[in-house]
């Protein structure tokens, strides 16, 4: 809008679109999202400008949102020591100082803090920013080179941040979460453990019925032995040494 003053100025919402998934800035118009975990499609969001003059001028648009089931592995994680509210508030300057300083323009996948409660939001002094950065042929630079990137401007962002933030500002590159393993993955690896554990119990099995069958064994050799020492051996010899079967009787003697 050309106009200066009131009418000049102009503030962008929202129409008659899903705004428990989106959510727009105000002043700049940026839509970001709220809440998409789990939903794919494409989302036509109609949005309004209007000036702030005494007889208020609007127009219309609709944007289209293709939304992608799909995780990108190049997301970064910016950890910020300042409360989420304070964060999201100038959500657009510390973008601006990002892309000041890596060289490179920045989305900012989400802000999140480990306190979910609305009324604890403003509790926590630490606040973690995802990222992804493009490079002018707008595809995705690798999360290697933007942490490495980050690393080098650390002190520059720092400054720039405490400006924004009007407060001292640590800035240090974190562990973007993990995506969740597929289905395929987890089945794999539980028929891979109870193949172990089978085949683990198997094993003790055949184990413990050869221990079994060895004590066994000894007992029924023990047993033999000692029945074989019970029975008279007639060609056993006494303690002479004389055979005891050749003795005859001291009444056949007579």
């Keep these: 809008d ?14 008659r679109s899903q705004t428990n998934e989106f959510d727009i800035n105000e002043h700049t118009g940026q839509i970001f999202t709220v809440s998409v975990a789990g939903k794919s499609g494409t989302f036509n969001l109609e949005v309004q400008a209007a000036d ?3 007889r208020r001028l609007t127009a219309r648009t609709t944007v289209s949102v293709t939304v992608d089931s799909s995780s990108s592995s190049n997301i970064v994680m910016l950890v910020l020591n300042q409360k989420i509210n304070v964060v999201e ?8 100082v990002l892309e000041d300083k ?3 323009n920045v989305y900012m996948v989400n802000i999140y803090s480990k306190e979910f409660e609305r009324k604890a939001r403003s509790s926590t002094d630490e606040t973690e920013v995802q990222i992804i950065a493009f490079d002018e ?4 630079v690798p999360a290697e080179d933007v942490k490495r990137k980050l690393r080098e401007q650390k002190g520059d962002i720092e400054l720039d941040l405490e400006k924004v933030f009007s407060t001292s500002v640590s800035a240090a590159v974190g562990e973007a979460p993990a995506a969740p393993a597929s289905p395929e993955l987890v089945a794999a690896i539980v028929l891979g453990v109870l193949l172990a554990v089978t085949c683990i119990a198997f094993l003790a099995y055949v184990l413990l019925d050869l221990k079994r069958k060895r004590k066994y064994g000894k007992q029924d050799l023990v047993k033999k032995v000692e029945i074989m020492e019970g029975i008279e051996n007639p060609w056993s010899v006494d303690r002479n040494g004389s055979l005891k079967n050749l003795e005859k009787p001291e009444h ?3």
């Design 89 to 96: 508030r100038n959500r657009a300057e510390v973008q601006r």
């Design 252 to 254: 056949m003697n007579n």
């Design 137 to 140: 042929a707008h595809q995705e």
């Design 102 to 104: 890596l060289g490179w």
């Design 2 to 15: 050309p106009d200066s003053g009131d009418n000049g100025l102009l503030l962008y919402s929202l129409v």
């Design 52 to 54: 702030q003059g005494t």
